[in-house]
């Protein structure tokens, strides 16, 4: 188990702020600063008196009273008792706390942050053990808090015990909504509690009671159940959301090996920042009540996460998972090094490459690095996962490998499966071939992701490359979100400051210093003498169908019909521009329609490597004797550019011998010039020899 100390992640709330408007929230202060006035002075006088407030649209009506020096009021909502507590003077924004179950127990905190000028709000779904149907109404209650009483439209979680159940799974559900999460001794897994499956006590009837709240039918259908609070952890991990839980390590009612440790270990290897606090005071209920002897602590974590001001973290876009160790471990012990960098333009520019080659050779300056420069315009995933053998693996074993592809994957509209599968075959080709190896993905902005972001949501291509870093530990920079966000917190702009996809220099100093903070965090961390380099396990594929064998095919390989010849050198004569390696090299080129090329193969997939041009074609082809189909090389970018473009011609063939046959169509696209094939290489998913051209 994991204790670390309070994280710090920079997620900056979102203000409200409202002019001129006479809200609900607003009138309640108001009649509540009257109304608690008397309600003060009748107590004084040792009367109970309660006022009914009109707090609702529908007009039911709330009851106020004082609250341990604070206004609360009563109310019902979707027939369920509610209620919200108010702080004499709010902070700018209205930020407040949710409590779920017992929000009379432990509330030394919540008084603090009440005097902070924090809201408190709770409903009652206590019989419902955070199911679907508790999720359900606390959406809507949400809904209710932050439309009609203009409450943040982000929220600080608090649960008790079972209260653990239902932050965790409206966290979830809706990570955006949540600023942070505060744990005491929480049920993180009901088959823990109250089922008692393990080592705790359990309890039959709440087991009764829970079983029914989710519709399971059988012990067995609970049992197989994946969406406890210890499951489904990685939308909070990448929202980088801190957690703080307070616990008693021998806990029976709610044992912490099965509930906190277990998900803040999962957690943490997510990338997620995490705080546990062992309690050892005023210990009764069998160690599943204990004394918070920091309720300050509790109260400033909240405090902290919600109103944080400065420049940002970017520890906080940094996820370590499995981290990069052993590349310490060879970089300090072994005084030699191999580092590539694996992309598109992005890379193979410079700028933040070659800060970070220098960073190396600093920090390590006994150290002989061989970097590795293997990035390429206008390459993504899938061109990488097949050119990675001649452009990275043939170079000799790397120690550490720099992978980025999340521009041009979206930009040149690879589909999620392609994203995967490019993605994949990179990770398990080359750990295949060096199983020690440390690899970190790295998620670039365009304007594009940032459109995303700020509308709340995660761009599809990150969420894609994220799956394969999860699955394989693999560390990931998410340089996109990082960058808007800085913007979004007022340190620069983007039309001035950074000003393209491709950064100026003031951008790729910002990308530089967020890899080098990433760099120096891991490489500080303490190596015992005897740590050793471990290999990585390599888990089942994501997708069967990776290019995890991809490699490239000659094209003197083919076998070449009238109309298609081998230029040696071949250079563009219509005086648009070109990409490396993409001119003054052998080409295989085609400009007769209905004349035939074939490829004899072996593999699952195959593909072509053109140089696509103002006077791309449209090919036919086909595999051994299937259907004749169809397929454009004419891009958007064409016009003004022989781009380099991968087309997968076919995947998930039978393992074994395959033929490749194509020929130029009598079709053309309206916008080409003509009807030319320029193949560059032909690339294959199989096991042939790797070709080094």
Not at 514 to 534: G, N, V
Not at 654 to 669: A, N, V, Y
Request: with cysteine.
């Amino acid at each position: 188990m994991a204790l670390v100390p309070q994280p710090c992640t920079d997620r900056k709330p979102k203000l409200m702020i409202h002019s001129f408007k006479f809200s609900r929230l607003s009138y309640l202060r108001s009649i509540g600063a009257i109304a608690f006035f008397i309600a003060g002075l009748l107590g004084w006088c040792g009367l109970n008196a309660q006022k009914a407030v009109d707090i609702r649209s529908t007009g039911s009506p709330g009851k106020e009273r004082p609250w341990k020096g604070f206004q609360r009021v009563d109310f019902t909502h979707t027939d369920r008792n509610a209620r919200l507590v108010f702080p004499k003077k709010a902070l700018p924004g209205n930020p407040w706390v949710w409590r779920a179950r017992f929000p009379d127990w432990h509330t030394d905190a919540d008084s603090l942050l009440l005097s902070m000028g924090f809201h408190l709000a709770y409903i009652n779904t206590d019989d419902l053990y955070g199911s679907p149907k508790a999720v359900a109404i606390w959406d809507d209650f949400y809904k209710e808090l932050t439309t009609e009483y203009d409450l943040n439209d982000q929220v600080s979680l608090a649960g008790v015990s079972r209260g653990g159940l239902f932050v965790y799974n409206w966290a979830k559900k809706n990570p955006d909504k949540v600023i942070c999460i505060y744990g005491e001794a929480p049920v993180c897994d009901f088959k823990s509690w109250p089922l008692g499956k393990g080592t705790g006590m359990g309890s039959k009837k709440d087991w009764a009671q829970l079983k029914d709240a989710y519709g399971f039918r059988s012990d067995k259908e609970a049992m197989a159940y994946t969406n406890n609070p210890i499951n489904g952890l990685e939308p909070l991990a990448q929202a980088r959301i801190p957690i703080l839980h307070m616990v008693h390590l021998l806990d029976s009612v709610v044992p912490y090996k099965e509930n906190t440790q277990k998900l803040v270990n999962t957690y943490l290897k997510l990338g997620g920042p995490a705080t546990v606090v062992p309690c050892n005071k005023g210990v009764r209920l069998h160690g599943h009540h204990f004394d918070i002897q920091t309720p300050q602590y509790v109260a400033d974590f909240i405090a902290y996460h919600t109103q944080k001001s400065g420049p940002l973290n970017a520890a906080a876009y940094h996820a370590p998972r499995d981290g990069i160790a052993n590349s310490k471990l060879k970089f300090e012990r072994y005084k030699t090094a191999r580092v590539a960098f694996l992309g598109g333009s992005i890379t193979y520019n410079g700028g933040w490459r070659d800060s970070v080659m220098q960073f190396f050779e600093q920090r390590f300056p006994k150290t002989r690095f061989n970097f590795i420069a293997a990035g390429i315009p206008s390459m993504g995933t899938t061109p990488s996962a097949f050119r990675l053998e001649r452009d990275v693996i043939s170079k000799g074993p790397i120690d550490l490998l720099f992978v980025e592809a999340a521009v041009n994957d979206a930009t040149h509209g690879r589909t999620a499966k392609e994203q995967i599968r490019g993605m994949e075959g990179i990770v398990r080709h080359i750990r295949k071939r060096n199983p020690t190896i440390d690899i970190i993905l790295m998620h670039f902005v365009d304007p594009d992701k940032m459109k995303s972001y700020r509308a709340g949501k995660e761009p599809q291509v990150i969420t894609n490359h994220d799956k394969v870093a999860i699955h394989y530990g693999l560390s990931s920079l998410n340089l996109a979100k990082e960058v808007t966000e800085r913007i979004d917190n007022g340190e620069f702009s983007w039309e001035k400051d950074f000003q393209n996809l491709h950064p100026s220099p003031f951008g790729q100093g910002v990308y530089a210093r967020s890899m080098i903070q990433f760099l120096t965090d891991a490489y500080d961390s303490y190596l015992d003498p005897d740590d050793k380099i471990k290999a990585y396990a390599l888990p089942g594929k994501l997708d069967a169908l990776s290019y995890h064998n991809g490699h490239y095919i000659s094209i003197s390989r083919a076998k070449l019909g009238k109309g298609w010849t081998i230029d040696p050198n071949w250079k563009p004569k219509d005086k648009t521009g070109t990409r490396q390696n993409y001119v003054n090299v052998p080409m295989l080129v085609g400009s007769e329609t209905g004349r035939e090329v074939q490829l004899n193969f072996e593999g699952t997939a195959v593909g072509i490597a053109v140089a696509a041009g103002r006077d791309a074609g449209i090919i036919r082809y086909r595999i051994d004797n299937g259907p004749w189909l169809e397929q454009n090389l004419f891009t958007k970018w064409s016009m003004h550019l022989h781009l380099p473009w991968y087309y997968t011609l076919a995947n998930g063939l039978p393992q074994g011998k395959h033929r490749l046959t194509l020929r130029l169509s009598e079709k053309k696209d309206e916008r080409s010039t003509g009807r030319v094939c320029r193949i560059r290489y032909f690339y294959v998913n199989g096991i042939e020899n790797h070709t080094k051209q």
